[in-house]
Structures are given as structure tokens and as C-alpha cells.
């Protein structure tokens, strides 16, 4: 097989997995694991790739790569609404706390199912505290939320409120449940995001709130972002559309967290 053939080989599993593995290409392609090494080596001076330990993820998959809410709106669209649909059941019509919601698109599934919320009689309001200009323009509207919105410098690739003014308004608040998202989630390193604001927010989110809920889609387990805003162990429960895969489940498994897949 040529060298061309194999870049595209490479490209093609990438594009449906996410991540390759050299051992895994090279019995897949059946050659030797240094010209495997070769081709990742090429494919990433090209910017196709990022070289990882053992193999190679997608260019998109940086530390510090980062897509704005638009560009996130249509990605992954079913899989975020299943999500949205298992965590709104934490939230029934006889829910009598708070949550907060962080910014983000697979938050901001469960703030589309949330603008038509309705208590049963008798029951209060829901509390719900957002970081996200869009979702607390959604969910203003419904007369059965009180829409408590967290303050600070907005920042326009996520349209989140970040900052020392946001930490200190979340570090005086104890939410019930916080549903947080992630940009990456992964059996050594944890919850991360690329951006140090956001990391010193989602922490605070994590610390104060009595369940900690992340929310986060298939194509982000073992994916690592810069910055670390939380250790297995420190969250409570993950919703996901699929399995994750044998290390990260052994990690979240020995970490204690309840993993619910939509």
C-alpha cells in the first residue's frame, strides 16, 4: 500500500472515531509500526493530525481548540437532545430546588426542554441560575422559572459570563444540581476546556452545587482540553449518548460516578 493510500486510511478512521492508535493501524494496514509513525508524523506537519501518546487525534481535537455556540449549534443535534431528555428527568414537575445551568450547546438542549418546564400544583417555581446570555434569554420567558442570571464579562466564542465577578456570585449560591458541560472528558485528566476563565468558572460551578451533572456527547470521552477544571471524583454523575469506551469506564467506575446513557 502506498504512503498516500495509508494517510487516507488514517483520515477515514479518524474522521469516524476520533482517535487512532498506531498498533491498531498497523495491524489494520499490516506494516511495520515505525511507518505508521511516519505517516502521523507527515499527517500532522500537513495539519491533519495531532500526535498523542500511542496514536494520533483529529487537528480539531487541540488543547486549545475552541468553536463558537453557532458553529456547535448543529453538531451532534439528536445525541445533545437525548442528553437534554435524560437530565430534564432529574427535574421533574414535583422538583422543589435549584439548578444552575452552564453555557454551552448541550446545556442549552436541556434549556430548550426546560422553556416549556411546568410544576405540578402546588409546587413552587424553579430556581434556575445560568452563566449563558442565550440560554437565560430562552428561559425567561416561562413564567414557572425564575431566571437568576450570573454576571461578569461575557465572553462572545461561548457567550458564557466569566471572570471574578462570575466565580464570586457562584461561590455565594448552593444549587441543588448543576448541570455542566464539558469540551473534554478523560480517564487521566478529567474534565477540561480549553480556556483558563471558563476552567476558574466550571470549577466553582462543580465545587458549590450538591450534585454536579455533566453533560457531554460521545465525540468528547478521552478527549483532553488545557485546562483541567475537575478530577473524576469530584463530579457526581455523567449523561452521555454512548458507552464509554474499557479505560475511561474503569476510571469513572473506580471514581464512583453514575454514568446514565441517553
Not at 42 to 61: I, N, T
Not at 116 to 130: F, I, K, R, S
Not at 167 to 180: E, G, N, S
Request: glycine residues 8%.
Amino acid at each position: 500500500m502506498y504512503a498516500m493510500e495509508r494517510h487516507e486510511h488514517i483520515l477515514t478512521a479518524l474522521g469516524q472515531t476520533g482517535r487512532v492508535s498506531v498498533a491498531g493501524l498497523a495491524d489494520e494496514l499490516h506494516v511495520a509500526a515505525e511507518t505508521i509513525r511516519r505517516d502521523l508524523d507527515a499527517l500532522e506537519r500537513a495539519g491533519h493530525v495531532r500526535r498523542v501518546h500511542g496514536g494520533a487525534v483529529s487537528a480539531s481535537r487541540a488543547s486549545l481548540a475552541e468553536t463558537t455556540v453557532i458553529e456547535r449549534t448543529g453538531h451532534r443535534t439528536e445525541a445533545k437532545r437525548a442528553i437534554a431528555r435524560a437530565a430534564l428527568a432529574l427535574v421533574p414537575p414535583t422538583f422543589t430546588g435549584s439548578i444552575l445551568l452552564d453555557a454551552g450547546t448541550t446545556t442549552g438542549a436541556l434549556a430548550d426542554a426546560l422553556a416549556t418546564w411546568q410544576p405540578e400544583a402546588g409546587v413552587p417555581p424553579l430556581t434556575v441560575y445560568t452563566n449563558s446570555v442565550p440560554i437565560a434569554a430562552l428561559l425567561h420567558g416561562n413564567p414557572s422559572l425564575v431566571v437568576r442570571v450570573i454576571g461578569g464579562t461575557v465572553r462572545g466564542i461561548t457567550s458564557a459570563a466569566v471572570g471574578p465577578t462570575a466565580v464570586a456570585q457562584l461561590a455565594d449560591i448552593r444549587p441543588d444540581i448543576a448541570f455542566i458541560g464539558t469540551n473534554g472528558l478523560s480517564a487521566e485528566f478529567g474534565l477540561s476546556t480549553p480556556d483558563e476563565l471558563e476552567a476558574q468558572v466550571k470549577r466553582t460551578m462543580v465545587d458549590r452545587s450538591r450534585l454536579a451533572v455533566v453533560l457531554v456527547d460521545a465525540s468528547k470521552h478521552d478527549d483532553e482540553a488545557l485546562h483541567r477544571f475537575a478530577c473524576l471524583d469530584e463530579v457526581d454523575v455523567v449523561i452521555t449518548d454512548a458507552p464509554p469506551g474499557p479505560a475511561l469506564a474503569e476510571a469513572l467506575d473506580e471514581a464512583e460516578v453514575e454514568v446514565r446513557v441517553a
